[in-house]
């Protein structure tokens, strides 16, 4: 008789324990009354997925547009599982808006690629600053501690990828 029995698909993905992973956080230290809210709400999400913040280092850099580089030194050095990037654009702010915000996105896109090391988006790019309230704690949640989550994800995955 023959066999019809189909096989499963292998569906690889990444759990939300955060456990041993070793986390960098990079901060922009420009709206730093709003980027300290992300970065509160970053260290809650790695502690409350049974994280260890004690392995975790922050690195505050002057603002979004520094943050590529910092997270490739960090990325390359072999410390850390994942690199969480955490930072505020507001248009409202600044005529070159669209190059910080775009500079910051590619460059942090960059290092990831360029290193194998989940470098996360967590700058909040916002035309006014009501918005970026918003995203820091308030009515649209905290882009911090979700950006923390989305690190722990990428690391369980990639370690599950073999
Ligand atoms: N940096 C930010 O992180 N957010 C901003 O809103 C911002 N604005 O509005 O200008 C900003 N500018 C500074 C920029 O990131 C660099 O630090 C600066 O251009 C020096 O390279």
């Not at 324990?17 to 709003?34: C, H, K, M, P």
């Not at 994942?82 to 702010?93: E, M």
């Not at 967590?122 to 882009?143: F, H, P, Y």
Request: aromatic content about 6%; charged content about 20%; overall charge neutral.
């Amino acid at each position: 008789m023959a066999d019809n029995k189909k096989s499963e698909p292998r569906v690889i993905e990444g759990d939300l324990i955060a456990g041993n992973a070793r986390f960098a956080i990079v901060a922009s230290r420009f709206n730093e009354f709003l980027v300290s809210h992300l970065v509160s709400g970053a260290f809650d999400a790695i502690k409350r997925h049974g994280g260890d913040v004690g392995k975790a280092s922050l690195v505050w850099v002057p603002g979004a547009f520094e943050i590529p580089v910092a997270a490739l030194k960090l990325a390359e050095s072999g410390k850390y599982d994942a690199v969480i990037c955490l930072g505020a654009v507001i248009r409202g702010n600044t005529a070159h808006f669209e190059y910080v915000a775009g500079e910051a996105a590619k460059g942090i896109g960059q290092v990831g690629i360029k290193t194998g090391v989940p470098c996360i988006f967590g700058v909040i790019t916002t035309e006014n600053l009501e918005q970026a309230i918003e995203r820091c704690g308030s009515k649209m949640g905290n882009k911090g501690f979700e950006a923390a989550v989305t690190a722990i994800e990428m690391v369980n995955l990639l370690r599950n990828v073999k």
